[in-house]
């Protein structure tokens, strides 16, 4: 069996606050004397229903989380570390999703907010080989015209060089926020080359897919899975072109769908979607990218031929620069050709096995400790 570790793959949807590994989170909140729900810390992945009350409670973690990211070191920690993981499971490209307005406060506004993450987008580039474009992402919680502010930002800093910003978002609550007021703002980022590449059709079924595709345009959907419940939406989204970002483990912890093997994947791929796997939040749902192409394998039964047309699908969905595309390109076909039997271990594996050795001994530890102070006892037991 080749090492899925080893085959070159393009991360497309990951935010930069879910990308926070458990242990960072615990001493962060410990530096910045934050108490975190016990929850945050533990060994069990989110679930929650996928109803308003289930994204309450997650959007009240993912809150927390954020709260801890006080500064330029913690985001530049963030940032080096999300690369950090992405090159131990052999991610070629990241584009990494952040709405930089959370972090102004702490770092003098908007604009050196999101150049933090740039410059550390860069560096991370050049320390890891990775290649780290950014999407700079809206929130459909905010009003519109805020929206309008991070595009025209996002515009200043286009390109698809490392550490550049290669597209425009649109995340929260699906169900919140007329889809048709983001229009302006997309339109501002479009006009300046960047990607379109809002979410949609994850919390809400096929309308909201049409929805965002009339109003948006986008080039790529985060999520946009429960286009497969009808044929005809699927078939727009193929025929468009439109590139499916698709996250099984977060559609699983957000109750989206009962289990892996309820993700609609085969159904998307067979239909001729661009899928590009992604993580969306690691730290809440407890599954990175590789997690994600081993899920396609196990659950769905993805030959390696198959997963190896997932990676070059997600490649050819990002952003990246024509040349860093060919290089990835050529490596998946060269994983394709290596003989199974033989297949070397990935060059990142015994990185990833020290973090994940790492994570695990100091969780333990945090949850401990936040168990034990019994703070936010009440809050947010999501388990049950
Ligand atoms: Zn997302």
Not at 22 to 41: C, F, K, N, Y
Not at 101 to 121: K, M, N, Q, R
Not at 214 to 235: K, N
């Amino acid at each position: 069996m080749r090492d899925l570790a080893a085959l070159p793959k393009a991360h497309l949807h990951l935010h930069f606050t879910g990308s926070m590994r458990r242990t960072t989170l615990a001493e962060l909140a410990d530096r910045h004397g934050i108490r975190l729900p016990a929850v945050l810390l533990d060994a069990d992945p989110l679930h929650v229903p996928a109803d308003e009350r289930g994204w309450f409670r997650f959007q009240r973690l993912y809150d927390a989380a954020r709260a801890c990211v006080r500064g330029e070191d913690d985001m530049r920690r963030v940032v080096t570390e999300a690369v950090e993981d992405d090159a131990a499971e052999g991610s070629g490209r990241l584009e990494i999703q952040v709405d930089p307005t959370s972090y102004a406060p702490f770092v003098g506004g908007l604009t050196p907010a999101l150049e933090i993450v740039l410059d550390a987008a860069r560096e991370a580039s050049l320390a890891t080989g990775v290649d780290v474009g950014v999407v700079v992402a809206a929130s459909r919680m905010r009003h519109p015209l805020d929206a309008r502010t991070l595009a025209r930002l996002a515009v200043r800093h286009a390109g698809d060089g490392p550490g550049e910003v290669v597209g425009f978002g649109l995340s929260n609550d699906e169900r919140r926020g007329d889809t048709s007021a983001f229009a302006s703002a997309f339109a501002i980022a479009r006009r300046a080359g960047l990607a379109a590449v809002p979410h949609g059709g994850e919390l809400l079924g096929p309308a909201h897919v049409e929805d965002v595709l009339e109003h948006l345009h986008p080039d790529r959907l985060g999520h946009g899975v429960r286009s497969a419940e009808d044929p005809r939406v699927l078939d727009r989204v193929v025929d468009e072109g439109v590139a499916l970002e698709v996250c099984p483990a977060s559609n699983v912890s957000l109750g989206v769908y009962r289990s892996d093997a309820d993700v609609p994947l085969r159904t998307l791929v067979e239909a001729g979607a661009r899928v590009a796997l992604g993580a969306d939040d690691p730290l809440l749902f407890h599954a990175r990218l590789l997690a994600q192409y081993e899920a396609a394998r196990t659950v769905h039964g993805f030959s390696d031929a198959e997963l190896a047309a997932l990676a070059r699908s997600s490649i050819v969905a990002s952003r990246a620069s024509d040349g860093v595309r060919s290089r990835l390109l050529a490596g998946v076909d060269a994983w394709l050709a290596q003989d199974p039997a033989a297949a070397p271990t990935a060059a990142g594996a015994p990185a990833g096995a020290d973090a994940a050795a790492g994570a695990g001994a100091a969780e333990g530890t945090a949850a401990d400790v936040d168990r034990a102070s019994d703070a936010d006892a009440d809050a947010v037991d999501v388990r049950g």
